[in-house]
């Protein structure tokens, strides 16, 4: 019998005798970035030992853990009367899980004029949009409306589709059959700064 192709024991290179002496993974790297990619890693083994590669591994896993995530406190703050403080942390919380649970779907906007003053969406705050979520009556939303960005809260009755303000100076949007209307996403938060 002839013994032929597939797998044989011993064959291949044998795990953690790469330039790194560890483990590999397959990865899809396009065409036109793969000398760049060698070059990188060509580069970083050449400046850094062995020793530290496990350190700056170590480090750079504490540093993005520390650079993406801020303490909670467990003790509530008052906004009335005035409680004791107590400093326990009660967690580490990362802003991207919590502004952006659907990160890929998840964009900004920055807010001009006062149209949604009443909803606490000021000139200059930020927006959190997620396109992810379903439209639906009661959201606010940032809408293109014949061209024009805008953000109000979507209203659909039985007389029409509308965008609403959030202050009285401003008037309703109804939207006609007419209209060209793409609804870019639901706001999610929106980042105030004092």
């Known amino acids: 019998m002839l013994n032929h192709g597939g797998k044989r024991m011993g064959a291949g290179r044998k795990k953690g005798s790469g330039a790194f002496g560890e483990a590999t993974k397959v990865v899809r790297i396009p065409e036109s970035q793969v000398e760049t990619v060698k070059l990188w890693l060509d580069n970083y ?24 995530t801020l303490p909670l406190y467990s003790h509530k703050v008052a906004a009335g009367f005035p409680s004791p403080a107590d400093d326990y942390i009660e967690a580490r919380l990362d802003l ?43 959201k606010i939303v940032i809408a293109a409306l014949d061209g024009e960005l805008t953000v109000k809260r979507l209203a659909i009755r039985q007389d029409g589709t509308y965008l609403l303000p959030e202050n009285p100076d401003f008037p309703e949007i109804p939207v006609h059959s007419e209209s060209d209307m793409v609804i870019w996403g639901v706001v999610t938060s929106c980042i105030h700064q004092f």
Do not use: C, W
């Open 45 to 68: 083994k050449e400046h850094v030992s062995d020793a530290s590669l496990e350190k700056l591994d170590a480090i750079s896993g504490m540093l993005e853990e520390a650079t993406t």
């Open 96 to 138: 991207n899980e919590k502004l952006a649970p659907n990160f890929n779907s998840t964009f900004l906007l920055k807010v001009q004029g006062e149209s949604m003053r009443d909803a606490g969406i000021f000139d200059g705050d930020i927006l959190v949009v997620d396109r992810s979520i379903t439209p639906r009556s009661g």
